[in-house]
């Protein structure tokens, strides 16, 4: 399934990060994770909608500040 990571911007502007194909085992272990790392940046995953007319799974990312 096609898997849309979508970031929000603390302006509140929305942001695609990425489009890939996701093996079922990746979309299953979504019911059991609240964070994802993509290009080495994690964010906290807060929603999720599936666009049937799309055939796509849409997912609201929220980044989070590290202190290094």
Do not use: C, F, Q
Request: proline letters at 3%; hydrophobic letters at 45%; zero cysteines.
């Amino acid at each position: 399934m096609s898997v849309v990571l979508i970031e929000k911007m603390p302006e509140g502007d929305l942001r695609v990060i990425e489009e890939h194909t996701w093996s079922m085992n990746m979309i299953t272990a979504l019911e059991h994770v609240n964070y994802i790392v993509v290009g080495s940046k994690e964010y906290e995953a807060v929603e999720g909608r599936l666009n049937v007319d799309e055939g796509k799974l849409e997912l609201l990312l929220v980044p989070m500040h590290t202190e290094g």
